[in-house]
């Protein structure tokens, strides 16, 4: 390529999103269904954040945390979803930097929510001490920081690229690997450079899911009762679901080789969709907790109605 026409390739941010390749009577179903996904995860998040911002009951860490996992899962699959059902997106970079800074921030706050249960299980008496208010403030704005440094070194690695003529990329947002295909620089450096991203990334936070967790799990064994070992393991089961589906989808997309793009396309839709539609669920209808203060708000509203 002459100089002129890597500057003009390189120029290119906005991209037409090929998304599934559907007919196209299945893919204003594929929108529909998108749309009533999207309004579950508006409706879920937000009352979750009204409930814990309302309750005084809810004034601790653990729905301190979980307030902030709301707010991060409604503002992700607001920067994916309407661009995916215009199958258009002139704001590439803006969406690639957003959903970037917001999905490894959601990873950093997995990994403090798994300390604390760890310091709620295994240190109960000194658990109002040590995760104080400013603790919990601070782990809340490092995970942003973290999510906001990531997502400027991806952002900027991404887009200095060349692309090629076609715009067209073969996923419903913009992401990585869909961009990497239609791109007509060496690749190479970049994604060794993009993997070691990647894996400085996880790999932290899964490692302070794993020890805490180690803990965790040998505090509840040395519990005598079975009653007793169900009900404390069960302030960390909506956690681990959380985690699972996240990291498992995550993995997939960023850590293994990207040789299947409709693969790709289904675990993407598992945390860009289902996991913000999943969480408010998992975490009131398995919590006592947050179901009182759901009965008591619904009270509240009738009472004034």
């Not at 390189?10 to 929108?31: A, K």
């Not at 396309?265 to 209808?285: G, K, R, W």
Request: aromatic share 14%.
């Amino acid at each position: 390529l002459s100089t002129r026409e890597r500057r003009n390739h390189s120029e290119v941010t906005d991209f037409i999103l090929v998304g599934f390749r559907v007919s196209p009577d299945l893919r204003i179903l594929l929108c529909l269904l998108f749309l009533l996904v999207y309004a579950v995860i508006l409706l879920g998040n937000v009352g979750m954040m009204a409930i814990i911002m309302t309750d005084p009951r809810l004034n601790t860490p653990m729905y301190f945390f979980l307030g902030n996992l709301s707010f991060i899962d409604l503002f992700y699959s607001s920067v994916i979803v309407p661009k995916a059902l215009i199958y258009w997106s002139e704001t590439c970079v803006t969406q690639f930097f957003l959903f970037a800074l917001f999905i490894v921030t959601e990873g950093f706050l997995l990994a403090a929510m798994a300390y604390d249960r760890f310091i709620a299980i295994c240190n109960p008496l000194l658990y109002s001490i040590q995760m104080s208010t400013g603790l919990c403030t601070h782990l809340v704005a490092g995970s942003y920081f973290c999510g906001c440094i990531s997502s400027v070194l991806q952002t900027s690695m991404t887009f200095t690229l060349s692309f090629c003529a076609s715009r067209a990329t073969d996923h419903f947002y913009c992401d990585i690997h869909p961009l990497q295909r239609i791109s007509c620089s060496d690749l190479f450096i970049y994604k060794v450079v993009s993997f070691s991203v990647c894996t400085i990334i996880i790999l932290p936070t899964i490692r302070v899911i794993i020890v805490s967790y180690m803990y965790i799990v040998t505090t509840v064994l040395k519990i005598r009762s079975t009653e007793g070992r169900k009900n404390t393991f069960s302030t960390c089961s909506s956690h681990l679901r959380v985690v699972s589906v996240l990291y498992g989808a995550v993995f997939f997309m960023y850590l293994t080789p990207d040789r299947f793009p409709e693969m790709s396309n289904v675990a993407s839709l598992c945390y860009t969709l289902v996991t913000p539609m999943l969480n408010p669920l998992i975490y009131s209808l398995r919590n006592k907790d947050v179901r009182e203060a759901v009965k008591n708000f619904l009270e509240k509203k009738n009472t004034m109605l």
